[in-house]
T-cell receptor
Framework: NAGVTQTPKFQVLKTGQSMTLQCAQD?????MYWYRQDPGMGLRLIYY???????DKGEVPNGYNVSRLNKREFSLRLESAAPSQTSVYFC???????????FGAGSRLTVL | RKEVEQDPGPFNVPEGATVAFNCTYS??????FFWYRQDCRKEPKLLMS???SGNEDGRFTAQLNRASQYISLLIRDSKLSDSATYLC???????????FGTGTRLLVSP
């Protein structure tokens, strides 16, 4: 039972490069989320998808885009990476919106 | 005032001790409450939901105090493996969104 799988686990980018973080869940959850976690700031919501076919901005959406490809998959794209986007990114999903979350193992991104 | 506040700690306790954390929330109409555990460099995992009547799971007890707007987590007979960061999570009214606290770090020593 894989739960939430996100890739890659680690990535180093140069300023201005682009990349996509992939996330997939196999629990038939309706809602999916992307968070970033920085020291002393807790988890901050970047974007979310309350249900298949919808996406919305969270607290810190600037510099990111998302795609809810289907019910299972929710990707996060950095179009032009900046050092301020150095962080640990977590994908999560929940059966119901704003309910119990299951997280992926995280993706550590460094932007030089 | 922050929507959810936690003492960052660390709380240093010896094995076998009882330790309690509180988490305060600002919106009196908040609807759901959770405690998550996060090990170093790992993802958060649900520890327990917090019900109005309080709930217990083994050595862990969670309580909700709506009058004073806080939730608590009590850990009895602490184990080395309890060392982690404990995140408080609150759902805002109308299930608008989940708000995470910044976490309380617990260190259990031999």
């Amino acid at each position: 039972n894989a739960g939430v799988t996100q890739t890659p686990k680690f990535q180093v980018l140069k300023t201005g490069q682009s990349m996509t973080l992939q996330c997939a869940q196999d629990m038939n959850h309706n809602s999916m989320y992307w968070y970033r976690q920085d020291p002393g700031m807790g988890l901050r919501l970047i974007y979310y998808s309350a249900s298949e076919g919808t996406t919305d901005k969270g607290e810190v959406p600037n510099g990111y885009n998302v795609s809810r490809l289907n019910k299972r998959e929710f990707s996060l794209r950095l179009e032009s990476a900046a050092p301020s986007q150095t962080s640990v990114y977590f994908c999560a999903s929940s059966l119901l919106w704003a309910n119990v979350l299951t997280f992926g193992a995280g993706s550590r991104l460094t932007v030089l | 005032r922050k929507e959810v506040e936690q003492d960052p700690g660390p709380f240093n306790v010896p094995e076998g001790a009882t330790v309690a954390f509180n988490c305060t929330y600002s919106n009196s109409a908040s609807q759901s409450f959770f405690w998550y555990r996060q090990d170093c460099r790992k993802e958060p995992k649900l520890l327990m939901s917090v019900y109005s009547s309080g709930n217990e799971d083994g050595r862990f007890t969670a309580q909700l105090n709506r009058a004073s707007q806080y939730i608590s987590l009590l850990i009895r007979d602490s184990k080395l493996s309890d060392s982690a960061t404990y995140l408080c999570v609150v759902t805002l009214p109308g299930f608008q969104k989940l708000v995470f606290g910044t976490g309380t770090r617990l260190l259990v020593s031999p």
